[in-house]
Each structure stands twice: as structure tokens, then as C-alpha cells.
């Protein structure tokens, strides 16, 4: 029972590099959230999707893209990175019902020199 | 809008005496309130979560909170601290469908210390 899988944990880029980060959920799961996480600043709501083929912005999306082609993935892209976006990036996954928890990934930790 | 503070960003309590993390809330709709709690370099794991059921909730790892709606307040609290509990904990508030998405938001996190 995986859960929420990211790829990769781990990343070194250096400025104006492009990478993406995949999500995965084996949870049937209609909600997909990507977050970043700052010291002293929580999580933070980058991009999200409420199903298959859609995305919504969240509270910080500039400079990140994201896709949901399959239910089951949800991709967050850096076309240009920059430093500001070294961060931990996490994953979440949720039925979408009310009152109902995200379930999180492991997280990815993104260094961009 | 929703917002979420957490009142400390550092606590820190001898092992076996209370725990008592502190977090306010703002909703505009009739909010869900959860805690999760981060181990170093770990994902994000559900301690409890509040859905209206009733306003005190019991969760993993003998962690409870109350749900007081006059005071937007929604207290993390343990009775003995173990020397385990030591991470980070976020306060989370979601307004469910309303607006969409079911988002989460996020408090700044309070860093929990457990010494001898």
C-alpha cells in the first residue's frame, strides 16, 4: 500500500535548469495538491487539481506549471528554476469529500544554486 | 478566507509533563480542523482531525483537542510528553467544498522539544 509516492527526493539544479517532479497515488483519489514548505512558514499551496485533466492555482504558483493527464499523477514543472524555489515540495492526495484529510508524500527536497 | 496562527513557534517540555500546543483559527464556513505532525525529514502525518462530530477529539499517540468555537481556538494537548513526540506539528484548517477545492491551510508550525 504505497499511498503517495514523489519522484525524486532529492535534487541539485542550477539556475534557469527546467525539471518536473512526479506525484503518484494509488488511492483512486480525486484531489491532487502540490505544497512547498519554508522554515517558519508552513506549507504553502502551490497548484492543485479537483480531478482528472484539471488544475487550479493555489496561494503561490508563479514560476511552477502542473498537469493531471492521469487521475493517478499530478506533475509540478519548473521551466526556469530560480533560487528561491530551493524548497521541500510535498505531495497530497484526498477524496475531495468535506471534512475528509489530504494524505502527503514523503516530500522532495529541491536545492537551486 | 481561512487563516490559521499557531501561537508559538518553539516549545519545549520535560519528558512525562503536559504538552499544550496552541493554535487559532478564522473561517468563514463551519471549518474542519486537523493536526498533523512532521518527524525530521519525514512526510506529513495525521494526528486528529475536527469534523463537527464532536469538540473533543482524540487522536494517535495519546494527542487530543478541543474544539472551542467562542474562542476560534483549536488546542493540541497530551498529558505526558515522550521523548518520541519531539517534531514538528501544523495546525490546518479546511472550508471543505466551499469555494472548492477542499484546500488546506496551513499554521506556521510550532517545533515541539522533549528533553530528559
Known amino acids: 500500500n504505497a499511498g503517495v509516492t514523489q519522484t525524486p527526493k532529492f535534487r541539485v539544479l542550477k539556475t534557469g535548469q527546467s525539471m518536473t517532479l512526479l506525484c503518484a497515488q494509488d488511492?483512486?483519489?480525486?484531489?491532487m495538491y502540490w505544497y512547498r514548505q519554508d522554515p517558519g512558514m508552513g506549507l504553502r499551496l502551490i497548484h492543485y487539481?479537483?480531478?482528472?485533466?484539471?488544475?487550479a492555482k493555489g496561494e503561490v504558483p508563479d514560476g511552477y506549471n502542473v498537469s493531471r493527464l492521469k487521475k493517478q499523477n499530478f506533475l509540478l514543472g519548473l521551466e526556469s528554476a530560480a533560487p528561491s524555489q530551493t524548497s521541500v515540495y510535498f505531495c497530497?492526495?484526498?477524496?475531495?469529500?468535506?471534512?475528509?484529510?489530504?494524505?502527503f508524500g514523503q516530500g522532495t527536497r529541491l536545492t537551486v544554486v | 478566507a481561512q487563516s490559521v496562527t499557531q501561537l508559538d513557534s518553539h516549545v519545549s517540555v520535560s519528558e512525562g509533563t503536559p504538552v499544550l500546543l496552541r493554535c487559532n483559527y478564522s473561517s468563514s464556513y463551519s471549518p474542519s480542523l486537523f493536526w498533523y505532525v512532521q518527524h525530521p525529514n519525514k512526510g506529513l502525518q495525521l494526528l486528529l482531525k475536527y469534523t463537527s462530530a464532536a469538540t473533543l477529539v482524540k487522536g494517535i499517540n495519546g494527542f487530543e483537542a478541543e474544539f472551542k468555537k467562542s474562542e476560534t481556538s483549536f488546542h493540541l494537548t497530551k498529558p505526558s510528553a515522550h521523548m518520541s513526540d519531539a517534531a514538528e506539528y501544523f495546525c490546518v484548517v479546511s472550508d471543505g467544498y466551499q469555494g472548492g477545492g477542499n484546500k488546506l491551510t496551513f499554521g506556521t508550525g510550532t517545533q515541539l522539544k522533549v528533553e530528559l
Open positions: 488511492m483512486n483519489h480525486e484531489y
Open positions: 487539481s479537483v480531478g482528472e485533466g484539471t488544475t
Open positions: 497530497a492526495s484526498s477524496t475531495g469529500h468535506p471534512n475528509t484529510e489530504a494524505f
